[in-house]
């Protein structure tokens, strides 16, 4: 029996770190999987890894159910499947157990919250973006230099991790990956 920590932030500019001492300060003997990537889906790297690595009676924390991501649907149908196959999955800051119907129904409200959040952040978003073009400050997001980009795709064609690559690069994984992916 396993107890993993999953610490994610969704930008180079955080640092899981906190998030990864914390949960270590509660469960001293928990293997630490830490991650840079987007909350708006499961289907990130490491955390894709780890889940294929949990086995019956080990265990997930996370400290807040926004770590394991913000589409309400996705983490909802994460906990049932974990639940059947039978790993235990704790989220730290509301000190639920899941696997009871109050414990569920709590977990259900959160995730729903988790997905409020993130579209409420890209509405005020849209708007301060909406007001800075008005006001000629809005240039839109930089694009990758096409050198880096090509670095990046020789890198993973001489079979370094994406993950790897990201950090050596000095660029987020999820951006990385749709650079790749625009000529794939």
């Known amino acids: 029996m396993t ?3 999953y ?6 500019e955080q640092d899981p770190d906190a998030q990864a001492e914390f949960l270590k300060g509660l469960y001293p003997h928990g293997v630490v ?3 840079r990537f987007t909350g708006t889906t499961t289907d990130r790297p490491k955390f894709q890894q780890l889940l ?3 086995q019956a009676g080990d265990g997930l924390v996370v400290r807040e159910v926004s770590r394991l991501g913000r589409n309400s649907a996705e983490v909802l149908a994460l906990a049932e499947g974990l639940k059947k196959r039978n790993i235990k999955l704790t989220i730290d800051n509301l000190g639920i157990d899941i696997t009871t119907p109050a414990g569920e129904m709590v977990f259900t409200i959160m995730a729903g919250m988790a997905k409020m959040e993130r579209e409420l952040m890209l509405e005020r978003q849209r708007i ?3 007001k800075a073009k008005v006001d000629g400050k809005y240039m839109g997001r930089k694009a990758l230099d096409p050198a880096v980009v090509e670095t990046a795709r020789d890198l993973v064609k001489r079979g370094m991790s994406k993950t790897a690559v990201a950090a050596r690069l000095n ?3 999820s951006t ?3 650079y790749l992916a625009e000529r794939a």
């Open 3 to 5: 107890t993993y920590l």
């Open 171 to 173: 660029i987020g994984q």
């Open 7 to 12: 610490a994610r932030v969704s930008t180079n």
């Open 176 to 178: 990385l990956y749709k």
């Open 52 to 54: 294929a690595n949990l």
């Open 33 to 35: 999987v830490e991650e």
């Open 128 to 130: 301060g973006i909406e």
